[in-house]
């Protein structure tokens, strides 16, 4: 397998303001190049929804201060992860590094904290690990506090769930944690910089916000490791419970899993060879970065959002400029599903939205996580036909065409159906209220 840390890895020491995106094909994560949580994009999400507002860290020793992880050094850039690496006013002589990773097919994050001490004396510390569950709709904007917090004292995890609805996360680690401050606010834990003492074990209509508590001992030039898991589910919390114990017991062939996608993007698909080495690396990762945004919904199906953390739909418009391309450099599998979800949800029969007409055979403008399609775009369909014939170009794949053929003609109608007034062309019509052109052109339809 090829080292990718070698081939595409890169790393800042300053500047560290800037987002940074790992994706998954079920969840995604926003954060900060310095870890420090900025705005409401930052976070956990799950779409149609958000998850978590952060995950983050802090440490006191019986005789020094509580504080937060905040001092980052260096942020690393992997095709499979991100890493960042800290170090503490309090106790200078241990180095943190956080390795965060979003197993290819689970429902959530994982996260690795390296624990190293670099001194010549022992350390005794305790590490909190504070979760801010905030699961709301992407356009919601405030945490709405209607969570019931339970721990598990025998699995070491906090559960939050949604009271009216199904939303459900977890948190937890490979080991128990000594204490649990399930519903409570980083302010609530601390008096004067000291810890409160234990929270019960269930709460309701509480906030998001949840704190386990670990006791570590690390001798001189030792290193451990903390391996936290973030699951969730949409549905049920016996789903979610189910994904936590799968990526705590699974981790090391979830990450495995993970690379040998990423090393597959980067070493089995097209590649060039220049005289600029920096060229050639960043057709890898325009690679990588495409591959981030092939998202599985399992009610809906596979398909390529148009950006993060914003245009987490399927467009119809967007998919017909992206899958030519991953078909050029070779994931013939991720546009068949893509092409195949298009065809899905193809118009059967002519409708009104927002007060125009849409035709038969029409695909779907964009078709949101919550399951709401929308139509009445100027160039989905055709762009379909197109995506479709440079699919079977390129990877010859006859099986499939004779499969979505159907779905092509009826496409190929529509272009005739929505020609009204027989001119050749097809006509469209903006209100500022409809999506039937692009919104960067320059008639904006407003």
Not at 308 to 315: A, N
Request: with cysteine; hydrophobic share 35%.
């Amino acid at each position: 397998m090829m080292n990718l840390r070698n081939s595409l890895g890169w790393s800042k020491i300053s500047n560290l303001k800037d987002p940074f995106y790992v994706a998954g094909k079920r969840v995604f994560v926003q954060g900060r190049q310095d870890d420090t949580p900025r705005d409401k994009w930052d976070g956990i999400w799950d779409p149609p929804i958000k998850l978590v507002d952060y995950v983050r860290v802090g440490i006191s020793r019986s005789e020094e201060k509580f504080e937060w992880i905040k001092n980052c050094l260096r942020f690393d850039v992997q095709p499979e992860y991100v890493e960042h690496w800290f170090s503490l006013i309090t106790i200078p002589t241990l180095e943190i590094r956080r390795r965060t990773f979003i197993p290819k097919e689970k429902e959530g994050m994982l996260t690795f904290f390296y624990l190293m001490n670099k001194g010549d004396t022992p350390l005794d510390f305790k590490l909190f690990v504070e979760i801010s569950v905030n699961m709301r709709p992407r356009e919601q904007d405030e945490n709405p506090h209607d969570y019931a917090v339970t721990y598990d004292s025998n699995k070491g995890m906090v559960t939050t769930r949604s009271i009216w609805k199904g939303w459900t996360v977890v948190l937890g680690g490979d080991r128990i944690p000594n204490y649990c401050y399930p519903g409570s606010f980083r302010d609530e834990l601390l008096v004067n910089d000291t810890l409160l003492g234990k929270r019960p074990e269930k709460l309701s209509f509480v906030s998001g916000r949840s704190c386990l508590e670990y006791h570590f001992q690390l001798p001189p030039k030792d290193e451990k490791k903390l391996i936290l898991a973030v699951a969730g589910n949409l549905i049920s919390e016996e789903a979610a419970v189910r994904t936590f114990g799968d990526l705590i017991k699974d981790y090391a062939s979830l990450f495995e899993e993970t690379t040998r996608r990423r090393s597959w993007i980067i070493t089995k698909t097209i590649n060039i060879e220049t005289p600029d080495e920096n060229l050639d690396k960043a057709l890898n990762w325009a690679k990588v970065d495409l591959d981030l945004l092939l998202h599985e919904h399992p009610g809906i199906g596979l398909g390529f959002f148009a950006g993060l953390p914003w245009f987490t739909m399927f467009w119809g418009r967007d998919s017909g400029w992206i899958l030519p391309a991953v078909d050029n450099y070779g994931d013939f599998e991720s546009v068949y599903g893509a092409l195949s979800t298009l065809a899905k949800y193809q118009a059967k029969a002519s409708g009104q939205f927002h007060g125009h007409k849409f035709h038969a055979g029409e695909i779907p403008n964009e078709i949101r996580m919550d399951g709401t399609v929308t139509y009445y775009s100027a160039d989905a369909t055709p762009l379909f036909v197109i995506a479709a014939h440079h699919h079977h170009m390129w990877s010859g794949d006859s099986k499939f065409l004779n499969l979505i053929y159907p779905n092509v003609v009826k496409a190929v109608e529509w272009g005739f159906l929505a020609d009204e007034d027989k001119d050749g062309l097809i006509e469209h019509f903006g209100d500022g209220k409809s999506s039937a052109t692009w919104m960067d052109s320059y008639y904006r339809a407003k």
